[in-house]
C-alpha cells in the first residue's frame, strides 16, 4: 500500500465562493478522493492551519509520497517544517508539487533555484506528452485540452530536469514546462503545472490519472532507506 498525504493551504476555498464550488472538500479533499479509489494507495490530508501544518515528523515518517498544493500563503509555511520535508524527501519520500507550488519553500529549498516563471489568467492550454514511454505518462493521451487555465510560461527558473514528461501550449502562445521529474538523493520529485484554484482542472479524468501515475512512481522502492538506523548524518 502506497501511503500518501495531501497538503494543502486551503485558503482560496475558503474565502471565494467559486473556488468553493469547484472544490466543496477543498483541493485537498479532491485529490485524495480520486486516490482513495485506487486499491494500492491510502490518503491522508494536512492542511495549513493544524498543528506543524498537519506535518509531524510521525505523519512524515508514514507517507510515502507528498502532494503539495500551496499558493497565497507560500511564506506562511515555517521554516522548519519545509526544511523537515525536505529532509524526509533526501531520505526517499516522494514528493509531487502541483501548480503554484513551484515557488513553495520546499521545492525552492530542495532545488536550490528561483523557481520564478511568467505568468497571466484568463488562458487555454494543450498539455503535450512528450515522453509517453515514461510512467507517469502510462495510458494518457497525446494531447490534452484544458479549456480554462492560468498561463505559465518560460523561462522558468528550475535546475535542468532529469525528464521532461509533459509540455504546455497556452493559447496566447506561450509554451512550459509543464510535467517535469528531478531526484535528491533518494527521493523523487514530480512537478505538474496543471491546476489553478479557479477552475475545476482536479476534476479531469486524465488529470487524475497523471496523479495517481506520478504516485506511483515517486513512491519508494524500499522503505528500509528511510529508518534512522540506516542514515549516516555527518
Not at 487555454?124 to 495510458?139: D, F, T, Y
Not at 520529485?189 to 486524465?206: A, D, L, R, T
Request: glycine share 8%.
Amino acid at each position: 500500500m502506497i501511503r500518501v498525504t495531501v497538503w494543502n493551504e486551503y485558503v482560496h476555498e475558503r474565502e471565494y465562493e467559486g473556488i468553493r464550488k469547484n472544490y466543496p472538500e477543498g483541493i485537498h479533499g479532491c485529490i485524495a478522493a480520486f486516490l482513495e479509489r485506487e486499491e494500492d494507495i491510502s490518503c491522508r490530508t494536512a492542511t495549513l492551519d493544524m498543528p506543524e501544518h498537519g506535518l509531524t515528523e510521525q505523519v512524515l515518517a508514514q507517507t510515502d509520497v507528498l502532494i503539495w498544493w500551496s499558493h497565497a500563503k507560500q511564506e506562511e509555511v515555517e521554516d522548519v517544517i519545509a526544511e523537515r520535508v525536505c529532509s524526509h524527501i533526501r531520505m526517499g519520500m516522494g514528493f509531487i508539487g502541483l501548480h503554484s507550488a513551484h515557488f513553495s519553500k520546499v521545492l525552492r529549498r530542495i532545488l536550490g533555484t528561483s523557481m520564478t516563471l511568467r505568468w497571466r489568467h484568463g488562458d487555454s492550454e494543450k498539455l503535450w506528452c512528450v515522453n509517453p514511454a515514461h510512467p507517469i505518462a502510462r495510458g494518457i493521451p497525446a494531447c490534452i485540452d484544458i479549456p480554462k487555465e492560468e498561463m505559465y510560461g518560460e523561462p522558468f527558473g528550475i535546475p535542468q530536469p532529469e525528464e521532461l514528461v509533459f509540455v504546455g501550449w497556452f493559447s496566447g502562445g506561450e509554451v512550459f514546462r509543464s510535467g517535469v521529474t528531478f531526484t535528491r538523493e533518494n527521493g523523487k520529485i514530480f512537478y505538474f503545472q496543471p491546476g489553478h484554484e479557479e477552475h475545476p482542472v482536479y476534476h479531469m479524468p486524465p488529470i487524475q490519472q497523471i496523479i495517481t501515475n506520478a504516485v506511483r512512481w515517486a513512491a519508494p522502492v524500499n522503505r528500509l532507506i528511510r529508518q534512522p538506523e540506516n542514515m549516516h548524518v555527518d
